[in-house]
């Protein structure tokens, strides 16, 4: 089944720690998102990717850095976490073709840094 | 700079009535506007996605309206049902954010009550 994946769900981590979070997806998207949302507020775009070896920032700054090797596999990554980066963690990926504009969610990590 | 409003106050209706939820945006001019529903903890997932050119759109139970003199969007439910309750996003695309990007607002929380 077509679908898209986030691993893991909800992590608890120790400030100053490298988290990596996971992102796959299996419908051949070619676009792929990673958003941040925090309680009651809007989603925030972070990182973009078109493609593969394609990547660019969102609108809201961030310290996390992300790669796109793979088509179906798009991680998140903090060198070093910290308290204000906790927060949900929202992957989405969209297409493949031309005019497909509705984006596909996962079902988001939990983060906590304490 | 392009803002997506939705009202913040949670609407509470009866089982059986039609909700309806506002979206209004500013200083832009969307060429789509997209409707999500989101569960506590989840995703969003994809509803309804309306062009500038329509005036109305419907799946099922569900109908969005898209007024450009009025820069708004309204999102109906009718004969709504408690599985309803749930926060529902509007996000738009389109010039200038590009057409692959979306900008989210915070969300309407509905509540259908038996």
């Known amino acids: 089944e077509a679908d898209i994946y986030q691993t893991p769900r909800y992590l608890v981590i120790g400030t100053g720690k490298k988290i990596t979070l996971e992102c796959s997806q299996t419908m051949g998207h070619d676009k792929m998102y990673w958003y941040q949302q925090d309680p009651g507020m809007e989603l925030h775009l972070i990182h973009y990717?078109?493609?593969?070896?394609?990547?660019e920032k969102g609108d809201l700054s961030s310290e996390s850095t992300v790669s796109r090797i793979r088509t179906e596999h798009f991680p998140l990554t903090l060198e070093s976490a910290r308290p204000s980066h906790t927060s949900q963690y929202l992957c989405a990926s969209s297409g493949p073709s031309q005019g497909s504009y509705e984006q596909y969610f996962g079902p988001g990590t939990r983060l906590t840094v304490t | 700079s392009q803002k997506i409003e939705q009202n913040s106050e949670a609407l509470n209706i009866q089982e059986g009535k039609t909700a309806t939820l506002t979206c209004n945006y500013t200083n832009y001019s969307p060429a789509y506007l997209q409707w999500y529903r989101q569960d506590p903890g989840r995703g969003p997932v994809f509803l309804l996605l309306?062009?500038?050119?329509?005036k109305e759109k419907r799946k099922e139970r569900l109908k969005v309206t898209f007024d450009t003199t009025l820069k708004q969007s309204l999102f109906h439910i009718t004969a709504s049902q408690p599985a309803d309750s749930a926060t529902y996003l509007c996000?738009?695309?389109?010039?200038?954010?590009?057409?692959?990007?979306?900008?989210f607002g915070a969300g309407t929380r509905l509540a259908v009550h038996p």
């Open positions: 309306i062009r500038e050119n329509e």
């Open positions: 996000a738009s695309q389109g010039r200038p954010g590009g057409y692959n990007k979306l900008i």
């Open positions: 990717s078109y493609g593969v070896n394609s990547t």
